[in-house]
Structure formats: structure tokens, C-alpha cells
């Protein structure tokens, strides 16, 4: 630890949701704060690498939206963001035989799928199915409408194949039969632009300006000194003694703690929750991290020597015809189905970048790298008309094989909803029956600020996107799940605001 005072605060996960922890956690006035990190570097499933001209962000890329959104407030003020503009709804739709679909009829299409979107939200409400089966009868029962009629039956159906798969990237599902309809809606869309980027710098940049260190001209900022990396959490003993908690590292090392703050993914809750906690969690908690589902989104960067086309293109989509998908199913290929488009980025002049979703994204981090690019390499030569050259760097995200992660990020499955837990049981601390400490975080039970009675210590506390009721899935959530719990040891010991705005309550 780094001071000889005040409660012994232990943070495992040095990610967006740790580091904002920590952060508010000194703002507050606590000085023994220790964040443990078993990746090689800070920043979680925030990762910008230098690649091609400038950066690339292997996951977290855009803020998403302005209103109520933590991250555009504090990154706003410093003119940071700007808008990535219409990428993702002006790209061109390419059937398997270089076909591209026309304007007039693509444009058709995406504006039967994104009416769809206004609706949802009162519809929904009543809905006790998937979205998937939500969206695929929306879908069709528009293009039974007269005015549709003439839009070619295939050609829908093979947007309508690819347009999943974009959702499935966003809800980071296999399938969107296995989205809560109900569930989806526990998700608020902060207004605004919902793809704001870093410009030049990437989201790297948030995390220097959160720990100051632009102001103080270090890697760690305000955090320096306080950041132990390549540091495993093995296990944690949370009831075993009356001096706290005692955390376990696979360097043998063993950490004394007041309050252990997890802001771990739920993907290595599900993993490791048995092995990971002594004695086991309560039936409460394991249900939330079984009950809530977490999954696997991927990126493919490919740089080229030099831009092969137009100024004016911002990317496209792969619809495969029938026939053509066939010829790759059942063979070595058969993972490229899931590559659903590949688009232009900000800043990088030469680079198509690509997305990748569910057991295929997952199966492509286990294949050699000349394989992935001969198979994106494929793809380019299949639906694009021009002569494509061979690229110069390549570069792809594995979060799912990375066991310090083991996906991307949660959402609200059926067997959430039918298990019947949710974000705020995952947040629940785990507590113990002590004496009200002091203002100044001594224990007594003599301080005037409390009644004389026993209280609920906290000793174990969650954070992180997957424990946000609303903005899960997101880094702003990440943010204010990791204030969350700041405040709340703020609150247990009495601390003063220090003037700093408090996180939105979510519990």
C-alpha cells in the first residue's frame, strides 16, 4: 500500500471502471488506495495501439451520445471528440457476386430497419419474445407492404441476414434469438451523436485525462506509484478473518485489504466465481453472473500501401447470395460468414477496418494470422469490383482468448429475463456486520456522526459496465459503475464531497 493511514482500499482491474474508481476514491480523501492489474498494461478493454498512420482503439472506439453521457462532459470541455459521421449508414450493400445493390434499394431497406427502431421502444414493452423474432416480423411485415412490392425478395433477405449480424455486434450476441426483447430496453441511448472519436489520439485519451496525467506529464497520472501490473488475482477471501480481506496473486504474493473493489469483466466472473471466492458467493450473486450474458465482438484492421477507393466511399456490407455461402460452409472458411462489413476510419487514409461477431469471431483468435488475412484478403477480391492490393499491416482484437477478459461486453439475454436477476444484484456488495467507523476512516463506534447501533461494512465491492442497470455495454457505464462504488465507501466512512459531482444512483 501506499500510505500507513486510512482503510485499506484494494481495486483488481486497472480498465476504465478501475481507474475511475481509484481516481474518485482520492478525490475523496482516501489515501490507502492499491489497484492490481494482471495485464501488461492499464486500460482493460480500452486499447489504443500505434498502427498505419496514427492509432487504432483494438476495443472501445466511440463515446456514445452527448446528453447524460459522463465521458462527452468531461471530454467536451477539453474539444477532444468530434463526429465519425455517417460511416455506418451511408456504406454501400455488395451481394457475393460483386452485385452492388443499388442506392434506391438499399436506402429502401435501411429505412424499414431503422423505422423499426422508433417503434421499439413502446412495443417492446409488451413483447415476452426474442428480438430477433421481434425484428424479423417487423421486417417482413414491411416488405408485404404495397410500396415494397417491388424490392427483389433475395436481395432482402440477404440484407436482412447481414443487418443481424450488425445488431448482433452491438448487443455482442451470438444471435438475437437469444436478446430479451423486454431486456433490450433496459438500455438507454444517451441523445445525440452516438459514434464520436478521438480524432487523432484514441480512447487512450479519456483514461490520460481521468488520471491527469496530460496535466502531470506521466503514464499514470495521479495514479502513479499506485498501479501494480501483470499482478493475477487468484482468489479472495472475503469472511475468512476479522481484519479484512485477504487477496491471493499467482506470483504468491497475499494482499491485506479493508475493501476489495472487483471491477473484473463478467465473462471472468463466469469463469472463474467458483475458484475465485472463499467462501463461495451468495446464491444472489452466482445467479446474477450466470443469469446475465456476456459476448464476443471483434475487429479486423487492414492497412493498405495506398488507398484503392473513392474519396467519396465510406465502406460496405456482405450479402451473400445463397449459392456462394454454400461454398464456403463446412469448409476452413466457414468463419468469414460472420464478417459482416468492412469500413473506412478516421484519421487512417488506408485502412478498411472489419467486424467480426459471435463462435466464428471467437474461432478466428484461435487461427494462425496469415490464414485471418488470406481469409479477409478473399473477402475483398470476392465482392469488390477493383483490383485489390496486397495489404501492408494487418491487425485484429482477441477478447474472448485473452482470459483476463473473455469477451467484449454484456447484455440482457432470455435466460436473463427468465432467471429473473439483473445489473443491480451484480452490484450488491458483499458486507459484513461491523461498528460505524469514523469520519476520518479510524473504526469506532463512538463517532457522533452515527447512531450507536451496528452497520453493513462493505468488504467486496462490483464494478464495472456489466453491474450499470442502463448503460451497460458501455465505457460512460464502466465510469460511472466504478464512481458508484466510490461513493459508496465515501458514504460508509463519512468522507466529504470535495466539490466533485457525484455519479447518477443506480442502486
Same mark, same amino acid.
Given at each position: ?56 482503439? %483494438? ?6 451520445? +452527448?446528453? =447524460? $453521457?459522463?465521458?462527452?462532459? &468531461?471530454?467536451?470541455?477539453?474539444? /477532444? ?125 479519456? %483514461? ?6 496530460? +496535466?502531470? =506529464? $506521466?503514464?499514470?497520472?495521479? &495514479?502513479?506509484?499506485?498501479?501494480? /501490473? ?278
Amino acid at each position: 500500500m501506499t500510505s500507513s493511514t486510512g482503510p485499506r482500499i484494494v481495486v483488481i482491474g486497472a480498465g476504465v471502471s478501475g481507474i475511475s474508481c481509484a481516481v474518485r476514491l482520492l478525490d475523496y480523501g482516501f489515501q490507502n488506495v492499491l489497484l492490481l492489474e494482471a495485464e501488461p498494461r492499464i486500460g482493460g478493454r480500452v486499447h489504443t495501439i500505434p498502427f498505419g498512420e496514427n492509432v487504432i482503439d %483494438l476495443g472501445a472506439q466511440w463515446c456514445h451520445g +452527448e446528453k =447524460d $453521457n459522463i465521458i462527452f462532459e &468531461l471530454a467536451n470541455k477539453h474539444n /477532444l471528440l468530434e463526429s465519425t459521421g455517417d460511416v455506418y449508414e451511408n456504406y454501400q450493400c455488395i451481394r457475393s457476386n460483386r452485385e452492388v445493390v443499388p442506392e434506391s434499394v438499399s436506402q429502401r431497406l435501411k429505412d424499414i430497419v431503422n423505422d423499426s427502431l422508433v417503434t421499439r421502444q413502446m412495443e417492446l414493452r409488451n413483447c415476452n419474445g426474442s428480438l430477433g423474432s421481434y425484428l424479423t416480423n417487423k421486417f417482413y411485415e414491411a416488405l408485404r407492404r404495397p410500396e415494397n412490392s417491388d424490392i427483389d425478395m433475395a436481395i432482402a433477405k440477404e440484407f436482412f441476414e447481414n443487418y443481424q449480424k450488425f445488431e448482433n455486434s452491438v448487443e455482442a450476441s451470438d444471435s438475437l434469438d437469444e436478446v430479451s426483447g423486454r431486456g433490450y430496453l433496459e438500455y438507454w441511448e444517451c441523445e445525440g451523436d452516438i459514434l464520436l472519436n478521438w480524432k487523432d489520439k484514441g480512447f487512450i485519451e479519456f %483514461l490520460r485525462l481521468i488520471t491527469k496525467a496530460r +496535466e502531470l =506529464d $506521466n503514464e499514470l497520472g495521479v &495514479l502513479e506509484k499506485r498501479v501494480l /501490473l501483470g499482478k493475477r488475482v487468484t482468489q479472495i477471501h472475503w469472511r475468512r478473518n476479522d481484519y479484512g480481506v485477504d487477496v491471493k496473486c499467482d506470483d504468491g504474493e497475499e494482499i491485506i485489504a479493508d475493501h476489495v473493489i472487483l471491477t473484473a469483466s463478467l465473462g471472468v466472473l463466469k469463469e472463474q466465481q467458483i475458484t475465485l471466492f472463499e467462501p463461495k458467493l451468495p446464491v444472489e450473486k452466482q445467479r446474477a453472473i450466470d443469469g446475465l450474458a456476456f459476448g464476443t465482438v471483434n475487429k479486423i484492421f487492414v492497412e493498405f500501401p495506398e488507398k484503392f477507393w473513392p474519396d467519396d466511399w465510406t465502406g460496405f456490407t456482405m450479402l451473400w447470395r445463397e449459392e456462394d455461402i454454400n461454398e464456403i460452409r463446412g469448409t476452413s472458411r466457414a468463419w468469414l460468414e460472420d464478417v459482416f462489413g468492412f469500413y473506412c476510419v478516421s484519421y487512417q487514409p488506408k485502412i478498411l477496418s472489419g467486424w467480426i461477431i459471435g463462435a466464428n469471431g471467437r474461432h478466428m483468435e484461435t487461427l494462425p494470422e496469415d490464414e485471418v488475412l488470406d481469409g479477409c484478403m478473399y473477402l475483398f477480391r470476392k465482392f469488390l469490383q477493383w483490383d485489390i492490393p496486397n495489404p501492408c499491416s494487418f491487425r485484429t482484437s482477441a477478447w474472448y482468448t485473452n482470459a483476463n477478459f473473455r469477451g467484449s461486453y454484456s447484455f440482457r439475454s432470455m435466460n436473463t429475463e427468465e432467471i429473473g436477476t439483473s445489473a443491480r444484484e451484480l452490484a450488491q456488495p458483499l458486507t459484513v456486520v461491523t461498528s460505524p467507523p469514523l469520519s476520518n476512516g479510524g473504526e469506532s463506534n463512538a463517532n457522533p456522526l452515527y447512531p450507536q447501533t451496528r452497520c453493513d461494512k462493505p468488504i467486496v465491492q462490483f464494478a464495472g459496465e456489466a453491474t450499470s442497470d442502463h448503460y451497460y455495454s458501455t465505457v460512460h457505464g464502466a465510469v460511472e459503475a466504478g464512481w458508484r462504488e466510490a461513493k459508496r465507501l465515501a458514504d460508509f466512512y463519512g468522507m466529504p464531497r470535495h466539490g466533485r459531482k457525484e455519479p447518477r444512483a443506480q442502486l
